[in-house]
C-alpha cells in the first residue's frame, strides 16, 4: 500500500508538472496585451456575428435558416478576425504582439509566426452590409435590408453586430424555354430533363449559374464544340403580388457582323455546329525530350502513333485508354475521361489533349486531336527507416521500395518491397513468459542486445491495366478504370516463444464506377502459415487445455475469396462527405464442400476433425466488416471526422477458431491510440489471465477527431476513440472475454488525447498522445481513470501469491503513436 501511494503520488507530481508547463506558456504569450500597441482611436476586431430582425416570426426565421446557410454568410464579412486556437485563445496574435516589443533577431521570428492585430474598419463593415443585401437578393430575397451596430469594449476592443431583415423569399412560378436555333431544339430538350430550376423552389441566382453550365457542358458532350456560356441567357420576371418569379431560358444563335455591298454593317445567324472527330495523332516524347519525326508513324484502328520507333508503350495499352476516336461526336467528357485513364497508367509524367478544327474541312465541323505524352522516370527507389517507442517497447524498422512503371512495355506497374524490424518487447503477464533462468523472455536475439523481436519480409505487387478474365477485352467498359493485381510475399516473425513464417499469393481485380464506387474482387487469397513453437510454449499450451488457443498457434492454410466495396461522395477537400467501406470474405468453404462432397478422408485428433490440403489444415470461416467515416467541414481551419467501425468473423468446422491473422483487435496509432496495437481487451478479461495476444472475433469502434490548424503548417488534434474487441463464445480460461448484451456497454474502452501534425504537402507527420480515460482491465468501479484500484492491485497480488509472474501492472501513462498521414 505504501508502494502504492508513493507511485500514485509521483503520478501526480509529473500531471502537475505538465500542467504547470502548459500554464506557463499561456501566460508568457497571454502577458502581452495586443491593445498596448495600437494608435490613438484605433480598436482591436473582437467578434462579428449576424442577428436575425425580431420582427421576424419562428415560421419565417426557420424557413430562412433551412434556406441560407449562416456559415455563407460569415463568409461574406470584409473582415476577419484574428483566428483563435480551439475557438478560444488569439496564440497568434498574442505572438506577434510578444515579437513586437523588441526590436531583436529573436523578437523578429516570433514575430514572423503571429499574426497581427485585425483594425476595425467601419468602411468595411457598410461594404459588408451591402454584400449581405446582394447576397440576399440573389437568393431570393428580393426586399431584403441590412444594418450593423458597433460596441465598443474595454482594452481597445470593438465588437460588429450585423441585423437582417430578409423580408419574403420569392419563389420561382413558371420556367419557360425560347430556342433560336431551332436545330438543336431535339438535344436541348434532352437535357431539360435534368434540370435543377423547378416551380416551387426558392429562387436562387446561384442556381441559375448552375443551369447555364449545366447546359454548356451538355451541349459540348453532344458535339457542339464551340457552345459557351455565353449562349444561354435568362430573364426574370419579379412582378408578381404572390411572390412568384418567372424565368425564361434562352439559347442564342451564333451571330457575325458582315459588311454588305452597300458598306452598311448587318448581323447574320448561323446556326449552331455539331463538330465530328476526323484524326486523333499520339505524340510520345523519347527518353531525351524530343519527339521522333513524323515519318515514323504507325495508324492502328484509324489512330495514328507519330514516333512508334521507340516503342515505350504497346499501341493497344494507349488505345484502351482513348475516348476520343476517329469518326465520333465531340464530347467534353470523352476528353475528360482520356486525361484520367492516361494519368491513371503512372507512365507519363506530363499530360496534354489539344483538340482544335481543321482548317482544310470545308463544312468547317471537323476536328483534330492531339495528344502529347511525356514519359515518367520507368524506375524508382526508396528507402524508409523509422524508431518506435511503442509503451516503452522500443524498436527500429526500415523499408526499400523498388518501383517499374511499364515493365513489359504494357503500363503495368511492378512494386518490390523488402523491410523488417527490431524491438524489445515486454511482456506483461502472458503465455509466453518463461521463467526459467536459462531461456528468458528478454533476451536478446542478436548476442546481448535488448531487441527480443524480429521481423522481416518482402512483398511484390504487379498491376496490370484491364482485367485479365476470360472476355474480350473490348467489351469491358474502359471509363470503369479496371486493373488487376497480383501479389506475392513473405513474412517471417522471431519471439522468444514461437517463430511465424507467412507466405501469400493473391490475385485480385478492381474497377470504379461513375467516379464515386469502387469494387475490388479477390477470386483466391491464399496464405499458408508456419508456426514453429518452443518446447515450454508447446507446453504452456498444452497444459492451458484451451483448445482455442491450441488452435491459434497452429499450422494452417487460409484459401480466402474477397469483395470489396467502397463509397466516397467527396468532390472538394473543403466540403462535407461521406466514405464507406465494406468487405466480405470467406475462406475454407469451398474446400470442404470439396471434401465433404467426394468423401476425402477426414482427420481427427484432441483439437476435432478436420480436412486437409497438401496435408495441411486449412481454416474456414465467414469475415464481414464496415467502416463509415464522416468529415464536417466546420471552418477553414477546423474540421470535425467521425469514424464507426464494426466488424464480425465466424469460424466454422474445418478450424474452430478465427486464424490469428485475420483476428480482430484494438490499440494502434489509427485505432485507439490509447492501447498498443493487440493490448486491449478482449471484452472486460484482466491481465492477470495469461494470455498470448488479446485478440477477438468481432469488434465495435467509434473515433472522433477534431482537427484544427495552429500556425502555418502545424496542426493540431483532439480524439476521442471508444471500443473493444470480444470473443463470440464464452471461454472459462479467459473471463469476460465473450460478447453479452447484458454487460459489453461496460466494457468499451475509451482513450482521448491531443495530436500534432506537420503538414508537408506531399505527406504529414503525425504524432499523437492517448491516455486510457475507461478501461474495461480493470474490475467494475475501478474503470475510470479518477477511480481507485484496490480490488485490481489486490487480485493482483493474490494470482501472484499462487507463484505466477504477472509482469508490470497495467500501464496508466500516455501512449505515444508517430504515424504518417491522418488516422482515417
Known amino acids: 500500500m505504501q508502494r502504492y501511494q508513493k507511485a500514485k503520488g509521483q503520478e501526480l507530481i509529473k500531471a502537475l508538472h505538465r500542467a504547470f508547463l502548459f500554464l506557463l506558456t499561456l501566460v508568457i504569450f497571454g502577458a502581452c496585451r495586443p491593445h498596448k500597441n495600437l494608435a490613438e482611436g484605433q480598436y482591436l476586431l473582437h467578434k462579428q456575428h449576424i442577428n436575425l430582425s425580431q420582427n ?71 461594404k459588408t452590409n451591402e454584400n449581405l443585401e446582394l447576397f440576399l437578393k440573389k437568393k431570393g430575397y428580393f ?84 457552345f459557351t456560356d455565353m449562349y444561354v441567357s435568362f430573364l426574370v420576371d419579379s412582378i408578381d403580388k404572390n411572390y412568384g418569379v418567372d424565368v425564361e431560358l434562352k ?63 504497346r499501341p493497344y495499352v494507349i488505345l484502351r485508354a482513348l475516348f476520343v476516336k476517329p469518326g465520333d461526336v465531340y464530347s467534353l467528357q470523352n476528353v475528360e475521361y482520356t486525361y484520367e485513364r492516361l494519368g491513371n497508367l ?41 524508431g518506435t517507442n511503442r509503451q516503452g517497447n522500443l524498436g527500429i524498422n526500415g523499408s526499400m521500395t523498388f518501383t517499374n512503371r511499364n515493365t513489359f512495355h504494357g503500363a503495368e506497374i511492378l512494386e518490390f518491397k523488402v523491410g523488417g524490424g527490431l524491438e524489445a518487447q515486454r511482456t506483461e503477464g502472458t503465455i509466453q513468459d518463461e521463467d526459467s ?32 478474365i476470360p472476355r474480350k477485352p473490348n467489351k469491358i467498359p474502359t471509363y470503369t478504370k479496371p486493373t488487376t493485381q497480383v501479389g506475392l510475399g513473405y513474412n517471417h516473425q522471431f519471439r522468444s516463444a514461437y517463430k511465424r513464417d507467412i507466405f501469400n499469393i493473391s490475385y485480385s481485380y478492381r474497377w470504379f464506377l461513375r467516379r464515386k464506387h469502387g469494387f475490388k474482387v479477390s477470386p483466391f ?44 461522395n467527396q468532390e472538394r477537400y473543403d466540403k462535407n462527405y461521406l466514405a464507406f467501406k465494406t468487405t466480405l470474405e470467406s475462406a475454407g468453404n469451398m474446400l470442404r464442400l470439396i471434401d465433404e462432397t467426394f468423401g476425402f478422408p477426414i482427420t481427427e485428433d484432441s483439437t476435432g476433425n478436420y480436412y486437409t490440403t497438401f496435408g495441411i489444415r486449412y481454416a474456414q470461416y465467414v469475415k464481414v466488416d464496415g467502416d463509415i467515416r464522416l468529415y464536417n467541414v466546420l471552418t477553414e481551419s477546423m474540421r470535425s471526422v467521425y469514424r464507426f467501425y464494426g466488424g464480425f468473423g465466424l469460424p ?37 489471465v495469461p494470455n498470448v495476444d488479446r485478440i477477438g472475433d468481432l469488434k465495435f469502434e467509434f473515433n472522433w477527431e477534431f482537427r484544427f490548424s495552429i500556425i502555418g503548417s502545424i496542426e493540431g488534434a483532439f480524439f476521442i476513440d471508444a471500443g473493444n474487441v470480444w470473443l463470440r463464445q464464452k471461454d472459462e480460461k479467459r473471463p469476460l472475454a465473450d460478447f453479452d448484451l447484458n454487460r459489453f456497454y461496460k466494457e468499451i474502452a475509451v482513450g482521448s488525447g491531443l495530436g500534432i501534425r506537420y503538414d508537408l504537402s506531399f505527406f504529414i507527420i503525425r504524432l499523437d498522445g492517448g491516455y486510457r480515460v475507461h ?50
Open 346 to 386: 503512372r507512365a507519363f509524367k506530363s499530360i496534354s489533349v489539344n483538340v482544335y478544327p481543321d482548317p482544310k474541312e470545308p463544312n468547317g465541323n471537323q476536328l483534330k486531336v492531339e495528344i502529347n505524352l511525356s514519359p515518367n522516370s520507368r524506375q524508382s527507389f526508396m528507402i524508409e527507416t523509422e
Open 251 to 313: 439559347i442564342k444563335q451564333p451571330s457575325s457582323n458582315v459588311l454588305t455591298k452597300n458598306g452598311v454593317d448587318s448581323v447574320i445567324l448561323t446556326p449552331h455546329k455539331k463538330y465530328y472527330i476526323k484524326d486523333v495523332f499520339v505524340n510520345v516524347e523519347d527518353r531525351s525530350g524530343k519527339m521522333m519525326n513524323l515519318g515514323d508513324t504507325l495508324v492502328v484502328d484509324g489512330f495514328r502513333f507519330l514516333n512508334h520507333g521507340h516503342k515505350l508503350l
Open 775 to 824: 478501461d474495461p482491465i480493470y474490475p467494475e468501479g475501478e474503470r475510470w481513470f479518477f477511480q481507485g484500484k484496490d480490488q485490481y492491485k489486490q487480485m493482483r497480488h493474490d494470482v501472484a501469491n499462487k507463484g505466477t509472474d504477472l509482469g508490470s501492472p497495467a500501464f496508466r501513462g500516455v501512449t505515444f503513436n508517430l504515424g504518417i498521414g491522418y488516422p482515417f
Open 143 to 226: 426586399l431584403a435590408d441590412s444594418w450593423d451596430t458597433v460596441r465598443y469594449a474595454e482594452k481597445k476592443r470593438a465588437s460588429i453586430e450585423y441585423f437582417i431583415k430578409p423580408g419574403k423569399v420569392y419563389k420561382f412560378r413558371k420556367i419557360s424555354y425560347y430556342i433560336e436555333d431551332t436545330g438543336i431544339v431535339a438535344d436541348v430538350s434532352k437535357m431539360t430533363r435534368e434540370t435543377k430550376v423547378d416551380p416551387g423552389k426558392h429562387y436562387d441566382e446561384y442556381l441559375l449559374t448552375e443551369e447555364r453550365n449545366r447546359i454548356e457542358r451538355a451541349m459540348k458532350n453532344r458535339g457542339y464544340y464551340d
Open 56 to 126: 421576424l416570426s419562428p415560421e419565417a426565421a426557420l424557413e430562412f435558416r433551412q434556406n441560407v446557410s449562416m456559415d455563407e454568410l460569415e463568409g461574406l464579412f470584409k473582415q476577419k478576425g484574428n483566428r483563435k486556437l480551439l475557438g478560444l485563445f488569439k496564440l497568434q496574435l498574442h505572438v506577434y504582439s510578444y515579437g513586437i516589443r523588441k526590436d531583436n533577431g529573436w523578437r523578429r521570428w516570433v514575430q514572423k509566426m503571429g499574426e497581427p492585430p485585425v483594425i476595425i474598419d467601419t468602411s468595411l463593415a457598410r
Open 437 to 468: 533462468q536459462e531461456d528468458p523472455v528478454d533476451r536478446g536475439i542478436l548476442g546481448n542486445s535488448p531487441f527480443n523481436t524480429l521481423e522481416y519480409g518482402f512483398e511484390t505487387h504487379l498491376k496490370i491495366p484491364g482485367l485479365w
Open 525 to 568: 487469397d491464399l496464405s499458408f502459415v508456419r508456426i514453429d513453437k518452443a518446447e515450454w510454449f508447446e507446453q504452456r499450451l498444452q497444459d492451458s487445455k484451451n483448445s482455442l488457443l491450441i488452435n491459434s498457434y497452429q499450422n494452417h492454410l487460409i484459401a480466402a475469396t474477397i469483395f470489396q466495396y467502397e463509397f466516397t
Open 652 to 688: 466454422l468446422r474445418n478450424l474452430t477458431v478465427l486464424p490469428f491473422e485475420k483476428s480482430f483487435y484494438g490499440g494502434g496509432s489509427n485505432n485507439n491510440r490509447a492501447w498498443v496495437a493487440r493490448t486491449m481487451g478482449p471484452g472486460g478479461m484482466p491481465d492477470t
